[in-house]
Antibody
C-alpha cells in the first residue's frame, strides 16, 4: 500500500522560506507512471495545486506561486520536496503531497497533510 | 488559471440523490476526459472518488457516479447516507502547461 508522509516545520516567519518533504513508501518514486505534486488548502478554503515533478525532474508550477516555488526529487531517498520563498500570512495552509497517476489523470494517493503557519 | 465552478453547497435527505456540478471551459473539463472528484471529511485528506469522468476506484460505493456534458462535469450521489456528508472537489487536467485545476468545493449536507 502506497503511503505519503509530509514533514517539516509547522511555523515559518514572514519573508522566510517554507521547506517541506514528502516521503513515499510502498512504491518507487522513480516510476514513470506517476508525477508527484504539492497541493495546499488554507483554513476553510478550497484546494490549490502548487506544482508537480516527475522522476526525471521536469516540473510545472501554478502561475500564482511560480516565481517563489521550487519542487525537487531525491530518488535515492524516495522523497520529493517543496520550497516556497518569501512567505506571507497568505501562505498559511495545510500542505498535502499527492501522487498523480499519469494514465488516469488523478491524484490517487495523498499524504495526511501538514499545517504550516506563517507568523512572526 | 481560474478555478472550476462548483455550487458552494448541496443537500439531500437520507436515501435521496444529489448531483453536484463542476463547470470549466474547453481548455480543461471540455477538452479532456481527466476529470476527477474527491471527498474530504473535516480534518482529513481528500479521497479519490471518481476518475476519468465516470470511473470508480476499488472500494468506492457504486452510489457514486460521474458524468460529463460539454464543459460541465457532474457527480451524483444516490441513496444518500450520513457518512456522505463532506466537502467534494472536482478537478480537471488542463494541458501540459497549466496541468490541473480544482473546483472551489461543494459542502454536501445530509439532512
Amino acid at each position: 500500500q502506497v503511503q505519503l508522509q509530509e514533514s517539516g516545520p509547522g511555523l515559518v516567519k514572514p519573508s522566510e522560506t517554507l521547506s517541506l518533504t514528502c516521503t513515499v513508501s510502498g512504491g518507487s518514486i522513480s516510476s514513470s507512471r506517476y508525477y508527484w505534486s504539492w497541493i495546499r488548502q488554507p483554513a476553510g478554503k478550497g484546494l490549490e495545486w502548487i506544482g508537480r515533478i516527475n522522476t526525471s525532474g521536469s516540473t510545472n508550477y501554478n502561475p500564482s506561486v511560480k516565481s517563489r516555488v521550487t519542487i525537487s526529487v531525491d530518488t535515492s531517498k524516495n522523497q520529493f520536496s517543496l520550497k516556497l520563498s518569501s512567505v506571507t500570512a497568505a501562505d498559511t495552509a495545510v500542505y498535502y503531497c499527492a501522487r498523480w497517476a499519469v494514465a488516469n489523470g488523478d491524484f490517487d494517493y495523498w499524504g495526511q497533510g501538514i499545517l504550516v503557519a506563517v507568523s512572526s | 488559471q481560474s478555478a472550476l465552478t462548483q455550487p458552494p453547497s448541496a443537500s439531500g435527505s437520507p436515501g435521496q440523490s444529489v448531483t453536484i456540478s463542476c463547470t470549466g471551459t474547453s481548455s480543461d473539463v471540455g477538452g479532456y476526459t481527466y476529470v476527477s472528484w474527491y471527498q474530504q471529511h473535516p480534518g482529513k485528506a481528500p479521497k479519490l472518488m471518481i476518475y476519468e469522468v465516470s470511473k470508480r476506484p476499488s472500494g468506492v460505493p457504486d452510489r457514486f457516479s460521474g458524468s460529463k456534458s460539454g464543459n460541465t462535469a457532474s457527480l451524483t450521489v444516490s441513496g444518500l447516507q450520513a457518512e456522505d456528508e463532506a466537502d467534494y472537489y472536482c478537478s480537471s487536467y488542463a494541458g501540459s502547461s497549466t496541468f490541473v485545476i480544482f473546483g472551489g468545493g461543494t459542502k454536501l449536507t445530509v439532512l
